[in-house]
């Protein structure tokens, strides 16, 4: 498993952006799929983007065109630029990692490592 620590997070008005960073050691980064997810209050947690070390990135429809995925291997970071932000956007977003995945999935339970959570409010 890898540790991850996510940084980033805040308070933006609707239309805003801001760039959530995730930090990641312990094991090779760039065999990892790296993804974000996120879990608004009384929501389930749901998958918002995601890149594997094909570099191939998938994104969820809600987000598509509004939010970037990237990462740095030098680093062992991977970003979620977040643009075009909406009240809806609000919630705990979390970084996670998949050990030896070409192609990034998108449910939850193929992830084995998770952060900690950063918290994005979006204000109307």
């Known amino acids: 498993q890898v540790q991850l620590v996510e940084s980033g997070g805040g308070l933006v008005q609707a239309g805003g952006s801001l760039r959530l960073s995730c930090a990641a050691s312990?094991?090779?980064?760039?065999?990892?799929?790296m993804a974000w997810f996120r879990q608004a209050p009384g929501k389930e947690r749901e998958f918002v983007a995601a890149v594997g070390w094909s570099a191939n990135s998938i994104y969820a429809d809600s987000v598509k065109g509004r939010f970037t995925i990237s990462s740095d291997n030098a680093k062992n970071t991977v970003y979620l630029q977040m643009n075009s932000l909406k009240p809806e956007d609000t919630a705990v977003y979390y970084c996670?990692?998949?050990?030896?995945?070409?192609?990034?999935?998108?449910?939850?339970?193929?992830?084995?490592?998770w952060g900690q959570g950063t918290q994005v409010t979006v204000s109307s």
């Open positions: 996670a990692a998949a050990g030896g995945r070409y192609y990034p999935p998108r449910n939850d339970y193929e992830y084995e490592s």
């Open positions: 312990g094991r090779t980064f760039s065999s990892y799929a």
